[in-house]
């Protein structure tokens, strides 16, 4: 026997609501039904001397605290890497819970089992969300009582460059490149880095349309640029922020990007200069070591309950497979 009509009208309308609350919590909106994403308290980040931290010992050294699926902690843990800055700084890893809508940190640290725990150890203010990435020294005030050094990705990836270390010989924010830089981080934050979450967070048809739109200009001014340059990194010949601050976007493109978030008005195999520029840094040293993309799912599909109702995580290939399935 069929549904009747009212009853299907009536639950569809039922479910937009409730649907509505849900993404209240998960992702606010203008009154236009675009994403707005929540201002968080941000602190400039702190570079200590190299005195104070080149000779410490290792249980005493300032901690990088990241999560795998987040790409803002991405950006950090892409400088961490790229600087062998595992001699003069600690990673640690957190894990999300659901359940509990906190990031979890496994092993604890400092006596603190969640990531709030260490913001409120470093005395931040309760109004500051407790987000990754977070930079906090064990030792960083007068008193001996930890500090937060910093919790924004832009400022961190910045900071790290300058990050005391027995290995300068990487800069990836020389002075004679910052225009370029700077022109990359005003066509690529918006429309690309946070254009993907106003796609997926979008709440009807005409902010989801307007997002995709602005997403996929930038993504073909880029392509243009790549194109005219024949140089293999955003900002000519040297790597750069730049690059580290777009690549967790791009990277995440297939798995979790297009399927979830509907960036799907083009593929990305549409933008070839694109995806040899994405290669060839995930072939660079140690970065694949930071790309999970069976992480990625579970937490991605997994925990964004109002975009996947049935929290079923679906397969698929190794991130390897298919950055490598192209040529460059």
Not at 120 to 145: E, F
Not at 207 to 222: D, G, H, P, Q, T
Not at 242 to 267: K, Q
Request: glycine share 4%.
């Amino acid at each position: 026997m069929p549904i009747p009509p009212i009853v299907v009208t009536t639950a569809k309308k039922s479910f937009h609501w409730q649907w509505n609350q849900l993404m209240n919590g998960l992702a606010p909106c203008d009154a236009h039904g675009n994403y707005l994403r929540p201002i968080s308290q941000k602190l400039n980040a702190v570079v200590p001397e190299a005195q104070k931290i080149l000779d410490r010992p290792k249980d005493l050294l300032p901690k990088l605290i990241i999560g795998r699926s987040c790409p803002w902690a991405h950006r950090t843990w892409l400088v961490f890497q790229l600087k062998n800055l595992n001699t003069c700084l600690d990673l640690l890893i957190a894990k999300p819970n659901p359940n509990k809508g906190l990031w979890e940190i496994e092993p604890e640290w400092m006596g603190s089992k969640y990531l709030i725990d260490l913001y409120r150890l470093c005395n931040t203010p309760p109004s500051h969300r407790a987000t990754v990435p977070a930079l906090i020294d064990p030792i960083g005030n007068i008193n001996q009582t930890p500090k937060l050094l910093g919790n924004e990705s832009a400022q961190l990836v910045e900071a790290l460059n300058k990050w005391p270390s027995h290995n300068k010989k990487l800069n990836l924010n020389p002075k004679e490149l910052k225009q370029k830089i700077k022109y990359f981080q005003d066509l690529l934050q918006e429309s690309v880095n946070n254009g993907v979450y106003k796609c997926g967070f979008a709440r009807n048809q005409n902010a989801y349309n307007e997002a995709s739109m602005k997403l996929f200009n930038a993504l073909s001014i880029l392509e243009k640029d790549l194109e005219d340059r024949k140089s293999p990194w955003l900002c000519g010949e040297q790597l750069t922020i730049a690059d580290i601050r777009l690549f967790p976007t791009l990277i995440r493109w297939e798995t979790i990007y297009a399927p979830l978030f509907n960036c799907s008005a083009e593929a990305i195999s549409d933008f070839p200069n694109i995806c040899n520029w994405r290669k060839r840094f995930f072939n660079l040293p140690k970065v694949k070591e930071t790309c999970d993309s069976k992480a990625w799912r579970n937490d991605y599909f997994g925990a964004l309950f109002p975009l996947r109702p049935s929290n079923i995580i679906p397969k698929g290939p190794d991130i390897s497979k298919i950055i490598n399935s192209t040529s460059l």
